[in-house]
DNA sequence: ATATCAATTGAGCATCTATTCATATGTTCA
DNA sequence: TGAACATATGAATAGATGCTCAATTGATAT
């Protein structure tokens, strides 16, 4: 008989492989990090947002260009750039009336190929 | 005057830089495959999963090995392995009365890797 | 100043989601 | 066969999320 010892833990299976968990639990990331990487994917879980970002692969746009692209509101989309603002994927630059958008980040065509990847398998 | 022509279109702003839009809109990939991704960004982006999978990196575990691991109850557990097993994520074994999950995919590393590169910067 | 236009913001709402609780399924062993 | 255990599943619920609508901010131009 291994595992709950006198803690309060919420398994209630009677035998646990302790020493798989304990390999394991050594080698997992900070709680933290792992919490801010499941964030970052929530921003990339939506198709509203995915489209932007693509759109944004080719050039900067204005709130306005995006919204005709994909057809929707210009309010839906600013809500939607706050949310990438936000997680640090897009960046605004005023002229004039308009505010551009582009990416300010490397690293998002190398996950969304790696995505595709997987999908596509 | 330039954009929304007759077509019934969401955008109320009178001026879009159509060249722009027209460029973006031939290099976009198709609805469904921006929707796939979509989908699978959406699996990563609960902290929960996040977990599951990076304990998955190191081995094949349990649904009551995780539980305990990450201090959960078996349910939740099998409920999140459902929804990975769905997007081809984990794949199980059975083994008597357990059954060990392992992760189904070359990409998932590759993924979380370049998503903490981001973090991280 | 005032009108006009692009973009942002906040409230409201319908929908989705992660967990819990109770129950069912499936396996092992006596 | 039946008891014990690991896992799965379905219903219920609280919280999160994406869009709409209305109002506001900020910039330009007359």
């Known amino acids: 008989m291994q595992g709950k010892s006198n803690e309060n833990l919420r398994c209630d299976c009677s035998i646990v ?6 390999r394991v639990q050594v080698k997992m990331p ?5 919490y801010d990487l499941a964030e970052l994917f929530k921003v990339f879980g939506d198709s509203t947002r995915i489209k932007i970002i693509w759109a944004l692969f080719e050039e900067e746009m204005c709130v306005c260009d995006i919204a005709y692209l994909l057809n929707m509101t210009q309010s ?9 603002k936000q997680a640090r994927l ?13 990416l300010d980040d490397q690293h998002i065509e ?10 596509n398998e």
Chains 1, 2 share one sequence.
């Open 110 to 119: 190398e996950i969304f190929n790696q995505g595709l990847n997987h999908i």
């Open 30 to 34: 900070p709680e933290e990090m792992l």
């Open 90 to 102: 897009v960046k605004p630059r005023r002229d004039g009336k308009n505010i551009y958008y582009s």
């Open 76 to 84: 839906a989309i600013s809500h939607q750039l706050r949310v990438l």
């Open 17 to 22: 492989h302790q020493d798989i968990v304990e």
